[in-house]
């Protein structure tokens, strides 16, 4: 089915890591909003959820196949994206490693490397790759987690991960250094804990509960030019 005169002038979100959990639940909270997606999915050939928000969606949704881990994938996506400008451009990525418990100083290095590389260095990758796709006036977004703020770290415990977010935030502080005075908004998102395979069943929040609100505040955050770093219910987060 093709799109529409209508469908194409709607606002189009790149959505990167949308297959499963809080990316596929943005991809469908964007879809209600009046948004055109397009998501990526990590491994050709695997049906997701995405892929059912296509069926239902239709040409309003597209799909392209990304690890964000591998470098060479990321240079393909933007050449198959070349020409292409996106309103918003919002990277979805976390995992934490096996033991989460763990203090970091007996975290192996190979554990330290996998959840470094996926949480912090490869999103500013394709941040850094695909930020030209991204209108003048558009939002440039990261999922972060409160769990990276530095000053709100009061109890430690999962110490990896806090600590991969944390950088993450760090390198988006630099991007933004680099984008002083220019008009476009940029965002590391707090989704709260959420009830999903990362986030675990003693999560304090559904997916119902945090990510309606955390699409709302991105799309108030397109007017306002800058980085911030803020929670679902758009509040501030200490750095």
């Known amino acids: 089915m093709a799109l529409t005169p209508d469908d194409r002038r709607r606002p189009t979100i ?15 909270e964007f879809l209600k909003r009046g948004w055109n997606v397009v998501g990526t999915v990590r491994g050709a050939g695997t049906r997701t959820l995405l892929h059912e928000l296509a069926d239902a969606h239709g040409d309003r949704v597209e799909i392209e196949n990304l690890d964000i881990c591998q470098a060479d994938q990321i240079a393909a996506l933007r050449e198959r994206l070349s020409g292409r400008v996106f309103d918003m451009l919002f990277v979805n990525a976390g995992i934490t490693n096996r033991d989460p418990t763990q203090a970091i100083g007996e975290v192996s290095t190979d554990e330290f490397m996998r ?3 996926t949480n912090s260095l490869s999103p500013m990758r394709v941040i850094e790759s ?5 209108s003048g006036d558009g939002l440039i977004g990261v999922m972060s987690s409160g769990q990276g703020s530095i000053g709100n ?17 760090m390198f988006m502080r630099s991007f933004a ?3 002083a005075g220019k008009a476009r ?9 959420v009830r999903t395979e990362l986030g675990g069943p003693e999560a304090r929040l559904t997916i119902e509960e945090s990510i309606p609100s955390l699409v709302t505040v ?18 501030t987060v200490p750095w």
Do not use: C, F
């Open 14 to 28: 790149l959505l990167i890591g949308a297959s499963r959990g809080l990316g596929h639940a943005m991809a469908a």
């Open 115 to 117: 959840v470094m590389i």
């Open 130 to 134: 695909l930020e030209g796709n991204v």
């Open 153 to 169: 770290n009061e109890t430690g415990q999962r110490e990896l991960y806090r600590g991969s977010k944390a950088a993450l935030n």
């Open 177 to 179: 250094a680099r984008q």
């Open 185 to 193: 908004a940029m965002v590391a998102m707090a989704p709260g804990w």
């Open 218 to 235: 991105l799309l108030a955050k397109r007017r306002v030019p800058g980085l911030e770093y803020l929670d679902y219910q758009g509040r």
